[in-house]
């Protein structure tokens, strides 16, 4: 029990020092949130029309948190003359410091944790993080409230929809903990190294980018969405979150990118989930 007790007390203390382990954008269906302006309009929905559609958009998205915070560590190569004439230098080359320090390795395994609550549903993972057998799947309760915001949902879906965000952000605090203490990067008064608080300043920033990019989001929060470098406060992190998005539209246009030493073909949402589906296979049969 004092065990126990003990890991939730460093779980919370972890979240305290900067981990943003849940998504701005879908904490938002309920809560006014800075990444959203209030909705003007219900979005039709062009992308997901089912829930294998849903799932296939939330691997994506994982895949491009992935890419894009991997994508950090080379800031700030590539910076055009009006990107370095918007950047304060100082905060470019402290930024370059720090992006400097990380482990790629132990990074790019901590951004392949992302959203893992969401969409692992093993046995293992399942019975590890406390979900019964017979308990539905967080993705298809997460299904159940797509395209949906508090203006258009009824008081015993706001109340349920909080319940599952709350067990969402918890599973993803464990599993942060459970990373950062398995790489000896927080003490035993439960303060998260600096070498986590930048892995966790890079998912943020990832994460945003994308929800803030990605045509799914709108259409998925029922939202207009804000751009990162928009509702973000902290100058270090616009200074990234605008690096990241003014490379997005190339790094995502469904052509072939270079990652882990092989060729692997990253799809964006843009492309219609079903279609998806029917070409891959046909482009993996040819390449």
């Known amino acids: 029990m004092q065990t126990r007790f003990r890991t939730l007390l460093l779980a919370a203390a972890l979240l305290n020092h900067g981990a943003l382990f849940f998504s701005v954008a879908f904490a938002g269906q309920l ?6 302006s209030v909705p003007s309009r219900s979005f039709q929905r062009r992308f997901v029309h089912s829930i294998e559609d849903f799932e296939v958009h939330m691997k994506h998205h994982i895949q491009r948190v992935e890419i894009l915070g991997m994508r950090l ?3 700030p190569d590539g910076l055009n003359p009006d990107e370095i004439r918007k950047m304060d230098p100082v905060l470019v080359k402290r930024l370059q410091d720090k992006l400097e320090k990380i482990d790629r390795v132990l990074l790019q395994k901590y951004l392949k944790l992302h959203d893992q609550s969401k969409v692992n549903a093993t046995p293992e993972f399942l019975a590890h993080y406390g979900f019964r057998p017979d308990e539905p799947k967080i993705i298809e309760r997460l299904y159940g409230i797509y395209g949906k ?3 258009n ?4 879906e706001v109340i349920r929809s909080k319940t599952l965000i709350d067990k969402i952000n918890a599973i993803d605090r464990q599993i942060g903990y ?3 203490s398995a790489h000896d990067m927080i003490d035993s008064r439960g303060n998260s190294s600096f070498m986590a608080r930048i892995m966790m300043m890079v998912e943020k920033i990832a994460d945003g980018v994308d929800r803030g990019m990605s045509p799914v989001s709108p259409e998925e929060f029922n939202r207009t969405m804000k751009l990162a470098s928009e ?4 100058p270090e992190e616009i200074h990234l979150s605008l690096y990241l ?3 997005y539209p190339t790094m995502f246009e469904g052509r072939a990118l270079r990652k882990e030493g ?4 990253i799809w964006n949402d843009c492309i219609h989930p079903v279609l998806h589906r029917i070409l891959v296979p046909a482009l993996q049969m040819v390449q």
Not at 231 to 234: H, P, S, V, Y
């Open 31 to 36: 809560d006014s949130s800075p990444q959203e």
């Open 73 to 75: 560590l080379k800031f």
């Open 149 to 151: 915001n508090r203006d």
């Open 153 to 156: 949902m009824r008081s015993d």
């Open 178 to 180: 459970e990373f950062f």
């Open 231 to 234: 509702f973000l406060t902290d």
């Open 245 to 247: 998005e003014n490379r």
């Open 262 to 265: 092989r060729e692997q073909r």
